[in-house]
Nanobody, 130 residues
């Protein structure tokens, strides 16, 4: 069973930087073939894809995070660490950030679709204030 645990959510001011992280484990060496993604959900809004990486190592960024967000994936045995570095944060970046995983190695033409992912973490709260 895939296990995902997010951390790093915090209250930050507009224009600052923040790193949030996710630890993904629980499926042995198959984890290397999983596609992973960060989603976020603002207050009263739907859950939207932010950035992801598929099982063959291709990265996908939503327009909302291009040039400000950087995703990195670090392997340590059968564990994967998924770090999201956010720079120059804006108030609209506030929300709960969820880490998601799927055993699908590729994500097709819409890689950041919520429906593509079957495993989810509990989320970590990011609050951006002026």
């Amino acid at each position: 069973q895939v296990q995902l645990a997010e951390s790093g959510g915090d209250s930050v001011q507009v224009g600052k930087s923040l790193r949030i992280s996710c630890v993904v484990s629980g499926v042995g060496d198959a984890i290397g073939r999983y596609s992973l993604c960060w989603f976020r959900q603002g207050a009263g809004q739907g859950r939207e894809g932010v950035v992801g990486v598929d099982g063959v190592g291709r990265f996908f960024y939503a327009d909302l995070g291009k040039a400000r967000f950087t995703l990195s994936r670090v392997a340590s045995g059968n564990i994967r660490y998924l770090h999201l570095d956010m720079e120059n944060v804006r108030s609209e970046d506030s929300g709960i950030y969820y880490c998601a995983a799927t055993r699908k190695m590729t994500l097709g033409s819409a890689p950041l679709r919520r429906e593509s992912f079957e495993h989810w973490g509990q989320g970590t709260q990011v609050t951006v204030s002026s």
